[in-house]
């Protein structure tokens, strides 16, 4: 490849999250002016957990929808396979709930931390067709937070296990573009893992750090820090451009199928997707085959 071609083909996958950063700057901007001057609620610039998070929902409201019209790999072949009881952490305004299959689905649970995207998200969850089969709860993906609002929901048994024990009550969790924004992620993904039944699986969509020590780039993971020091995490709502994801995933526990591939390992937002089946479950096919029928 000629000097020209990498200035060409490479510069702009390294460039392109600083449009988004910008985005998300003015986004965080107009937050903080709509707090004080709209709701007349200036104390809660101070509350910064809040004021980030709802900056996240007004960048996501306004641009999630085009940056859900495409993602890497076999993600949405992965989602459209899900079955039975589902466990969709941080849905978002629910851009990916129309690639769930409605007719392979007896519940949906959504985990989504942002109140702002509530009202969004509940509207697709009827547009597709899940009715009283949604349920949105307003928590985070950690377990201090989930636990209680599964409980309340009635799907963990009274004193619940679930959230303690390996034998879970999901058939399925899916984890797109989120991990990356869950506070203690190691703890975190052990939780989910314990929430998954045996034999269930996890559908990944993850962006991660970048692995420069074998597929990866160097530029690309330099360019990691560098938006890191220019306030990504801040104005992206705690998204951590750095995190090693795949081995919190690893870790979580033992797995019978660890399926998870890179997709634009030498960018500065690579992915990793696929699926992992919790050990202890017979893998069952059959809804897959039955799908593409
Ligand atoms: C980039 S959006 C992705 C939305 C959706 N999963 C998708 O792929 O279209 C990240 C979502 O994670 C949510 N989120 C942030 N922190 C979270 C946490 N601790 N637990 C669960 N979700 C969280 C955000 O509010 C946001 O809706």
């Known amino acids: 490849m000629t000097f020209s071609q990498w200035l060409g083909e490479r510069v702009p996958t390294l460039l392109r999250p600083s449009i988004l950063l910008f ?8 937050t903080m002016l709509e707090v004080v001057f709209l709701d007349w609620r200036p104390f809660t610039l101070f509350n910064i957990t809040k004021l980030r998070f709802k900056a996240f929902a007004r960048l996501w409201k306004n641009n999630g929808q085009a940056m859900s019209a495409e993602m890497p790999g076999p993600t949405f072949q992965l989602l459209s396979e899900c079955k039975g009881v589902v466990l969709d952490i941080g849905p978002g305004s629910g851009e990916m709930l129309s690639r769930f299959n409605p007719k392979l689905i007896t519940a949906l649970y959504g985990a989504e ?3 702002d995207l509530h009202p969004g998200l509940v509207r697709n969850a009827e547009k597709v067709g899940f009715g009283s089969r949604f349920h949105a709860l307003l928590c985070g993906a950690e377990p201090k937070s989930l636990i209680p609002e599964l409980h309340k929901s009635g799907i963990l048994d009274v004193g ?6 390996s034998d879970g009550v999901f058939d399925e969790i899916c984890c797109t573009r989120v991990l990356c924004g869950v506070p203690h992620p190691a703890q975190t993904v052990k939780g989910l893992y314990n929430l998954l039944k045996p034999g269930g699986r996890m559908v990944v969509c993850e962006h991660v750090v970048n692995p420069w020590r074998t597929e990866g ?5 330099l360019m ?4 890191t020091f ?21 870790d979580a526990g033992e797995w019978e199928k660890f399926d998870l591939k890179y997709y634009g390992p030498e ?15 017979s893998l069952d096919k059959s809804y897959a085959a039955a799908v593409k029928e």
Not at 23 to 30: E, G, L, P, R
Not at 160 to 165: D, E, F, I, Q, R
Not at 237 to 247: D, I, K, N, W
């Open 267 to 281: 960018d500065a937002i690579p992915f990793v997707v696929g699926e992992l089946v919790k050990k202890g479950g």
């Open 217 to 221: 780039r160097i530029l690309a993971r």
């Open 113 to 115: 931390p942002a109140e």
């Open 224 to 227: 990691q820090i560098v938006y």
């Open 230 to 250: 220019l306030g990504w995490p801040f104005f992206m709502g705690g998204c951590a451009l750095q995190r090693h994801t795949p081995e919190y995933l690893r």
């Open 23 to 30: 985005i998300a700057a003015y986004h965080f901007v107009m």
């Open 160 to 165: 619940g296990k679930a959230g303690l024990a």
